[in-house]
């Protein structure tokens, strides 16, 4: 299937969630596959670093909480529209990306994921003593009701969740045209073997600066809106370590070699989460990522894709 | 007639330890040089400063007439420097065709601009693999190949990069007496093709048949340089091989 046609065809399923929600008329919908949208952005975003090329990246929150509080200081300097927001911080953590690929990429394994974990660190700390955007009391956004868009009033839980899912469609798409790319292959060369890839002509450390900053701007985008849809930003919901260990967790659990498996992890991982956070209790939610990994990591150690390729080949050759 | 590969006085070190110590190495374009050495002489060390996989501390490398110090290694490939590992180092989540389409992708196609089509692509992977004998395995894995297998395709892929001067690292060891036969008509008829090769090896009856020149090395220093037949001979070579 070619890249266009791809595209139309996740636009359309796009399109028929939002119809569906629309029809159902419920809030918590919204907040709750906002929830999960935001999800599929972070674990896409983690999934072309860490998937791809094979670099863990324990710092998703920093680079989330990045877009979120540039959110923060534009509403206040000068409020903008939430799609330009999103641009903005998409450049941020994309420069942040960039920036941190370029001190830590020549350490490897578990050095580089030290490295990523201590910006996070470093990052909150800032944020904690900058008063301007809330500093450790957080900053209120006092979002509206609705917005007039062309005549049409659009509740605002509503354009959020549409901004979203579009921004679901986009990762998705640029996450599969990847993988299907002479950059995927590179990719896919520095996972298994560095030193192989540059004797094949392949410029490594090019290569894992696109991926750090592709995967920090996607992280940016999915936390700009972030603020408008809490209501209320503080440090440590923003660099909250459910965002670390999730957007690890969840491409794991789906698969990391391909961009379905972020899709498939997220879903299923945030959906389970948002029905233990309503039935259970919300503190229930890092348990279940916690059993769920350990889970997988023993039946299906390639996530749950790596599980039906290799019950496929198996069938193939008896 | 200009040197192809020019190593001139180079120098490495790890630590205290010195592993080149001033060494020089002539290669004309078209030849076949053998390099021997007992185990930690440094030859491994001198491949990797030839391919830019570590970086000499003093004197230079000059391949094709240019001076090649400081460049990375994948840039080193594009000039046209291919090597194979003394491990094989195959790219394991990718099929054999996968594996020959990187250097394909990434230097063949940088050098001269686009393989016309992924059927080009394609057909030059199957070519590849039909030179070592590997076209039925083609859509395989690596951990499905023999040991002997694995070495072919890693002298497919250097040679995939349609590289000047192949340095083929021990690409040998370990093998059966008729796969050692394999290997060796297989950089004889690369040779034949135009690429120089350096080929490094233990194995003298290999190393003899193959070389048109052998190098010596020994303790990070070159020790001999000539016609096989005469190196061999060579009363310090006899001594670092066999003790005195």
Redesign the interface.
């Known amino acids: 299937m070619n890249t266009a046609k791809f595209s139309l065809i996740a636009i359309a399923i796009g399109a028929a969630v939002l119809a569906f929600a629309h029809w159902f008329k419920v809030d918590y919908l919204y907040f709750a596959s906002y929830t999960i949208l935001q999800f599929i952005v972070l674990a896409t975003a983690w999934n072309i670093l860490g998937g791809y090329c094979g670099y863990v990246n324990f710092g998703s929150a920093a680079f989330f909480a990045m877009g979120a509080y540039s959110s923060v200081f534009m509403h206040k300097f000068y409020p903008l529209p939430i799609p330009v927001l999103i641009v903005i911080g998409a450049i941020v953590s994309g420069i942040a990306g960039f920036g941190m690929g370029y001190l830590t990429l020549r350490l490897r394994g578990s050095f580089f994921a030290i490295a990523t974990l201590a910006l996070a660190v470093v990052l909150q700390t800032l944020v904690v003593n900058w008063d301007y955007v809330g500093g450790s009391r957080g900053a209120y956004i006092l979002r509206p009701e609705s917005l007039e868009f062309a005549g049409i009033t659009i509740n605002y839980i509503e354009y959020l969740f549409a901004l979203m899912l579009a921004l679901a469609v986009i990762a998705l798409v640029t996450a599969r045209v990847i993988e299907r790319s002479?950059l995927g292959?590179?990719f896919?060369?520095i996972?298994?073997?560095e030193?192989?890839?540059?004797?094949?002509?392949?410029?490594?450390?090019r290569l894992k600066l696109i991926a750090t900053t592709l995967s920090g701007a996607f992280m940016g985008m999915a936390g700009a809106p972030f603020p408008y849809y809490i209501g209320y930003l503080q440090p440590s919901s923003a660099f909250g370590l459910e965002y670390a260990v999730n957007s690890i967790a969840m491409p794991m659990i789906g698969g990391t070699?391909s961009w379905v498996g972020p899709l498939v992890g997220a879903i299923l991982l945030g959906s389970a989460q948002q029905y233990a956070t309503v039935t259970i209790s919300s503190a229930v939610n890092l348990l279940i990522v916690g059993l769920m990994l350990v889970g997988f990591v023993i039946i299906a150690p390639n996530g749950l894709i790596g599980l039906v390729q290799e019950r496929l080949r198996a069938r193939r050759k008896p | 007639m200009t040197a192809l590969l020019h190593v001139d006085n180079i120098s490495k070190r790890f630590g205290g330890f010195v592993a080149l110590d001033g060494v020089e190495l002539m290669v004309q374009p078209g030849e076949r040089l053998g390099l021997i050495g007992p185990n930690g002489s440094g030859k491994s060390t001198l491949v990797n400063c030839i391919?830019?996989?570590l970086q000499n501390e003093s004197g230079s490398v000059r391949f094709d007439g240019q001076v090649v110090d400081g460049l990375?290694?994948?840039?080193r490939?594009?000039r046209g420097i291919?090597?194979s590992?003394q491990l094989p180092?195959?790219?394991?989540?990718?099929t054999l065709v996968?594996n020959l389409?990187?250097?394909l992708?990434?230097?063949v196609?940088?050098r001269s601009g686009p393989l016309r089509s992924t059927g080009d692509l394609d057909a030059r992977c199957h070519e590849l693999l039909e030179m070592v004998g590997l076209v039925k395995k083609a859509k395989q894995m690596p951990r499905d190949l023999t040991q002997v297998e694995m070495r072919k395709l890693e002298l497919a892929?250097?040679v995939?990069?349609e590289p000047k001067l192949l340095i083929a690292d021990e690409s040998m060891a370990g093998l059966s007496h008729s796969e050692i036969e394999d290997i060796l008509t297989l950089l004889v008829r690369l040779n034949e093709r135009g690429i120089t090769v350096i080929l490094i090896e233990h194995i003298m009856s290999a190393v003899m048949s193959f070389s048109q020149r052998l190098a010596v090395l020994v303790s990070g220093k070159k020790i001999a340089d000539g016609k096989p037949e005469d190196v061999v001979r060579n009363p310090e070579v006899v001594r670092a091989y066999l003790g005195q």
């Open positions: 002479q292959f590179g896919a060369t996972r298994d073997d030193l192989a890839a540059e004797a094949c002509g392949v410029p490594t450390l070699t | 391919c830019g996989t990375a290694a994948h840039q490939t594009h291919a090597r590992f180092r195959p790219f394991t989540s990718m996968d389409r990187i250097p992708l990434y230097t196609h940088a892929r250097a995939a990069a």
